[in-house]
């Protein structure tokens, strides 16, 4: 069973008792959709099986704007087989 974990780095605090990778800039966010989008076509050949789950974590994924999450989302179709149910 292959599954996808995509850590979304952003919050809008940080926590002291956190200890993942995070931050609060979310100028930021663009860039990091479009090196995340760069990520899944890079690492295409590297699941050979459909993908039965996508995760996402954090920092605070419900930070990213609806279009962030279409732009993944259509890159994750574009370059893995998702399975869905």
Known sequence: MAGIYI???FCKTRCS???FYTGT???QM?????ALCT???????EIHESVQSIYF???TPSRLRS???EKIFDALQQHF???TT
């Open 17 to 19: 008792y956190c200890d």
């Open 67 to 69: 279009g962030h999450l």
């Open 25 to 27: 800039d979310e100028t």
């Open 57 to 59: 974590g954090g920092g």
């Open 30 to 34: 663009d860039a990091f959709v479009g």
């Open 7 to 9: 850590h979304i780095p």
């Open 81 to 83: 087989t998702i399975e």
């Open 39 to 45: 990520e899944a076509r890079i690492r295409k050949d």
